[in-house]
């Protein structure tokens, strides 16, 4: 419910995608300034971003929701920084969800990192918070593409979410 969000009340709204400034380090240690174009940005304890144009482009029901990955990422953040583990209502446990989502986020990377082409956004493999976020847009937009090759982390966002998007797809 709403309250899963904490305090946090402020959306960011740029025209199209913004390009923030960071810095980055490399392996070897060296900063880098860095440019990234982005669609949406969640920040832990601040607003979410989002660029309109790509929210006009969410909810085609392709895969593609920026609106429902950063609102994500806002869930995982509501215990700590992002991780792929959001906090856990009673009826879930850390160690059952750790179970489902570890090796599936194991196995999507190796399928990822051998270049098999996947249906799933190849944008999950880049870490847990990311797989969190971006099986969030399939379960709500693709449910059948999450379901068939991770059915327990399905049936668990299922329970988490309290919803059941493939039974609405069916009726």
């Given amino acids: 419910d709403i309250d899963s969000y904490g305090r946090w009340q402020e959306i960011i709204i740029y025209p199209a995608e913004f390009v923030p ?26 607003p979410v971003v989002l660029s309109l144009e790509d929210v006009a482009w969410s909810g085609l029901c392709d895969g593609y929701n920026v609106v429902i ?69 399939y379960f709500f937009e693709l449910p059948e593409v999450l379901h068939q090759p991770y059915p327990a982390v399905y049936e668990l966002m299922q329970r988490y979410y309290r919803q059941d998007p493939l039974a609405r797809r069916q009726a």
Wanted: hydrophobic content about 35%; charged content about 25%; overall charge negative.
């Fill in 69 to 137: 990955h950063e609102f994500a990422h806002k869930l995982d953040m509501a215990n700590g920084a992002a991780n792929g583990l959001p906090r856990l209502h009673s009826g879930i446990r850390t160690e059952e969800w750790a179970g489902a989502f570890t090796p599936a986020f194991e196995h999507f990377c190796r399928r990822v990192n051998v270049g098999e082409e996947t249906e799933i956004d190849s944008y999950a493999s880049e870490n847990p918070a990311e797989f969190f976020a971006v099986l969030t847009e």
């Fill in 21 to 46: 400034e960071r810095e980055e380090m490399d392996d070897a240690g060296v900063v880098h300034h860095v440019r990234h174009p982005m669609s949406g940005e969640a920040w832990e304890g601040g």
